[in-house]
């Protein structure tokens, strides 16, 4: 090597060149992240049957997804839980699976649970299946009701169409919504009137669930009462909630929802699900990298794009970053 060195200088100072070349392109387009990426084994397939007992939802739903899932030979542990409403089901594959051959039992897992949906009775909603596994997201962004006087749902408005632009940017595998609130419908009766007509909340209630069916919709409120209205087809607007026939005489008078109560559209309170950010109401964003990228490049298109959408924030709401996963890795 000595003498190669004497003899062909430009030759050893261009092998030099390309391994240094080599090993710099290697580094610069090395994976960079906080989290290692860990190869997922258990799935839960969740299903909801309003109205259902557990008795039923176990018979008519968890036990067609268990039959199904078993013919795979790859699963190696099923267990489940049903309750009112809703089935989830939880499968563990053989620890001794490789990668490829897990993806390819994952996909045969959900024609699985799409060949048991075929035996579902009337009713029950689409399975959700959930493989995704133990991800810690690349970067969480609240956005905040900076002010009593501006409502979550504004906040909640504003966050959806942020993730949806986050969603467009390269390498990103999911955005979640955390803190979303739920509307609902409430119907507020004045106890009065009602008494004076002769209702009573709970009757009030029972005519409104007749209307339509067996899925809740909301809550109705009078006094003393607060009663969950079940209706099976979705009211589309308040005027058709109004319109609901509470009574009708022999001579043909009716008298309408809208009669004995107010009926208005706002968040279920108390919500089921809150989001803090600051001591201020929120909506938190979720957002997971795909494997391997280079989150300090990749949190570089995330800033970027949060900075050229600041002129579209509404008054009264602030996005914060909240966590950026490149400040560790």
């Given at each position: 090597?000595?003498t ?9 100072a ?5 391994l ?6 290697s580094?610069?387009?090395?994976g ?6 860990i190869?997922?084994i258990?799935a839960?397939v ?9 008795a ?11 039959e199904?899932?078993?013919?795979i ?14 089935s ?8 001794t699976?490789d990668e ?13 649970v ?16 959930n493989?995704?596994?133990?991800s810690a ?7 905040t009701a900076?002010?009593?006087d ?5 906040a909640?408005?504003h966050?959806e169409?942020?993730?949806?632009r ?13 803190g979303?609130?739920e ?8 106890q ?7 209702l009573?909340?709970?009757e009030i ?14 809550r109705?409120?009078?006094?003393q ?5 079940n209706i099976?087809g979705?009211?589309d607007a308040?005027?058709?909630?109004s319109?609901?026939?509470l009574?009708e ?6 008298v ?20 803090i950010?600051n ?6 964003i979720?957002?997971?990298a795909?494997?391997g990228v ?6 570089e298109?995330?800033?970027s ?10 008054q009264?709401?602030s ?6 996963q490149?400040?560790?890795?």
């Amino acid at each position: 090597m000595e003498t190669l060195t004497f003899r062909q200088p430009r030759l050893v100072a261009l092998i030099l060149l390309v391994l240094v070349s080599a090993g710099l392109s290697s580094f610069l387009s090395l994976g960079r992240q906080e989290d290692p990426t860990i190869t997922n084994i258990f799935a839960v397939v969740t299903t909801s049957f309003p109205g259902a007992d557990p008795a039923r939802v176990e018979a008519l739903v968890t036990s067609e997804i268990e039959e199904e899932l078993r013919a795979i030979s790859e699963v190696n542990i099923i267990t489940s839980v049903s309750r009112t409403g809703v089935s989830v089901v939880s499968v563990e594959l053989l620890e001794t699976l490789d990668e490829a051959t897990i993806e390819q039992v994952w996909s045969e897992a959900r024609d699985a649970v799409e060949d048991a949906r075929r035996d579902f009775p009337a009713g029950v909603q689409p399975p959700e299946f959930n493989a995704e596994g133990i991800s810690a997201y690349s970067a969480v962004i609240s956005v905040t009701a900076d002010h009593d006087d501006v409502p979550i749902t504004l906040a909640h408005a504003h966050a959806e169409a942020l993730a949806d632009r986050l969603r467009s940017i390269p390498s990103t595998r999911a955005v979640d919504l955390f803190g979303e609130p739920e509307e609902e419908v409430l119907v507020t009766v004045d106890q009065v009137q009602a008494a004076a007509l002769g209702l009573t909340p709970a009757e009030i209630s029972a005519r409104i669930a007749a209307a339509d069916g067996k899925v809740q919709a909301g809550r109705l409120l009078g006094g003393q009462s607060d009663l969950t209205i079940n209706i099976s087809g979705e009211i589309d607007a308040l005027d058709r909630l109004s319109r609901i026939v509470l009574r009708e005489s022999d001579t043909g008078a009716v008298v309408t929802v809208t009669d004995v109560a107010e009926v208005t559209r706002g968040a279920r309170d108390p919500a089921a699900e809150l989001a803090i950010a600051n001591g201020r109401p929120a909506v938190l964003i979720g957002i997971l990298a795909q494997d391997g990228v280079q989150i300090d490049r990749w949190m570089e298109f995330v800033r970027s794009e949060l900075a050229e959408g600041q002129a579209s924030v509404p008054q009264g709401i602030s996005e914060t970053l909240l966590f950026d996963q490149s400040t560790y890795t």
